[in-house]
């Protein structure tokens, strides 16, 4: 078991020890009564009470979820990284405003390998009858040690490097609910202070150190961005956090302009499509996921390579490194099997395929990079809290915990670029 994977268990042990002592029994109630109402809407009979590990991970989900239910005051906020952070934790403030008409968030974390991240967020959820949510954030990142192993699908294991990366992007937002399956969102933002230095990892060599400007666009200097999106998003899952039929699709425009040297403005349309479905009975579940990226520039114009689309760890190629893959175009397929083993506890088969490449023409699953393996999901009757992948691929075998779902269309990070 690797350090990373030893770790993680240290602290899921101590958050369960935890848990026992805090858990409210209300929320075990609640939990209950949602149990109850998908049984009913199954046609299925009630389930008994939620056990303990159930309780213990709808008592952590509440308590760091920053959904529109969650509570005033502090809280841990174990998220906020990219893949390859580690192990990261922090303080978080919610704050409700005007009463309760917009919400008010701050948090701050850090990693074992030395990621930071800070951010302060205001949102109005509720305007227009429910109808429209906007508002804005500033967010700091410091990211020491990203992995960069050169451009192009074929690019070699060998030539593994890291990088360094800070940047703090300002940005407003505002999605529209035209329904219960169906929203628009967009968004519009400044990143500054974009900067490339030295990796920290000892593992590997720094990226400037095999890489210059010619093979990585961006590395020896780095401009500010405008950039704006604009996206669709059809949801008609059951469960959005551990969905059982259903599906959720989006697509998406966003626009890059450099605002410093003129040269590194683009465009890209990405594609992403994930389904749900039930086979024989309703918990043992099928998921297909489908994931496309296109890259467009102008004449002279380059993408920088910290913002190429990346295959590569828990939420792509499961049995590849984090970032193994980069270029400007980018197709991925994964499917995944679950069954019930116990009550909080789901097994899972899965098998990914994806590749990139420097033009859509150029996208072939002919000779895709591919994995299988088998995974465990903990989760509760509505959300997935933490999974486990055993994966295995022509580079190795790879072990990931992490507390992101595996197959799900993510929120991705502005910088760098994070599928």
Same mark, same amino acid.
């Given at each position: ?97 005007? $009463? %309760? #008409?917009? =919400? *008010? ?15 302060? +967020? ?123 039929? $259903? %599906? #959720?699709? =989006? *697509? ?15 465009? +890209? ?151």
């Amino acid at each position: 078991m690797t350090r990373d994977v030893r770790a993680y268990v240290f602290l899921l042990a101590a958050c369960t020890c935890a848990a026992a002592a805090s858990a409210q029994e209300t929320r075990a109630d609640e939990l209950a009564q949602e149990r109850a109402a998908k049984a009913q809407a199954d046609g299925t009979s009630v389930p008994a009470r939620p056990g303990f590990l159930e309780r213990t991970f709808s008592w952590a989900s509440a308590k760091v979820e920053g959904a529109s239910g969650a509570r005033d005051g502090f809280y841990p906020d174990m998220g906020g990284m990219i893949r390859g952070s580690g192990i990261s934790a922090g303080p978080g403030y919610r704050h409700s405003l005007f $009463g %309760g #008409r917009a =919400r *008010l968030d701050a948090s701050a974390a850090a990693s074992w390998r030395r990621y930071t991240m800070a951010q302060s +967020r205001i949102e109005f959820p509720r305007l227009l009858m429910d109808r429209l949510s906007a508002g804005a954030q500033v967010k700091y990142q410091d990211f020491t040690q990203i992995n960069f192993f050169g451009i192009g699908g074929g690019s070699a294991k060998a030539s593994e490097t890291n990088f360094r990366m800070k940047d703090t992007d300002v940005a407003g937002f505002a999605t529209v609910q035209a329904n219960t399956w169906l929203s628009v969102g967009g968004r519009v933002g400044v990143l500054r202070s974009v900067g490339i230095a030295r990796g920290t990892s000892s593992l590997s060599p720094s990226t400037g150190d095999r890489f210059d400007e010619l093979t990585a666009p961006g590395l020896t200097r780095q401009p500010g961005f405008l950039h704006a999106d604009v996206s669709l998003d059809v949801d008609t899952r059951d469960v959005p956090g551990y969905p059982t039929s $259903g %599906g #959720r699709y =989006r *697509l998406s425009m966003a626009s890059f302009h450099d605002r410093d040297y003129s040269q590194y403005s683009f465009r +890209r349309m990405e594609a992403d499509a994930a389904q749900y479905i039930p086979l024989l009975h309703r918990s043992w579940v099928l998921a297909l996921r489908g994931r496309m990226a296109l890259s467009q520039t102008a004449a002279g114009q380059e993408v920088p390579f910290y913002l190429l689309p990346t295959l590569g760890g828990p939420t792509t190629l499961r049995g590849f490194s984090n970032y193994r893959f980069r270029d400007r175009d980018l197709l991925l397929v994964s499917a995944e099997y679950r069954w019930p083993i116990f009550r909080a506890m789901d097994g899972a088969l899965f098998y990914d395929a994806g590749t990139v490449a420097a033009s859509a023409d150029a996208l072939s699953m002919r000779h895709p990079h591919t994995d299988y393996g088998v995974g465990f999901r903990f989760h509760t009757a509505t959300r997935m809290m933490a999974r486990v992948d055993l994966a295995r691929s022509r580079e190795g075998n790879r072990v990931a915990f992490t507390f992101t779902a595996p197959l799900g269309v993510p929120n991705r990070a502005v910088v760098p670029y994070v599928p």
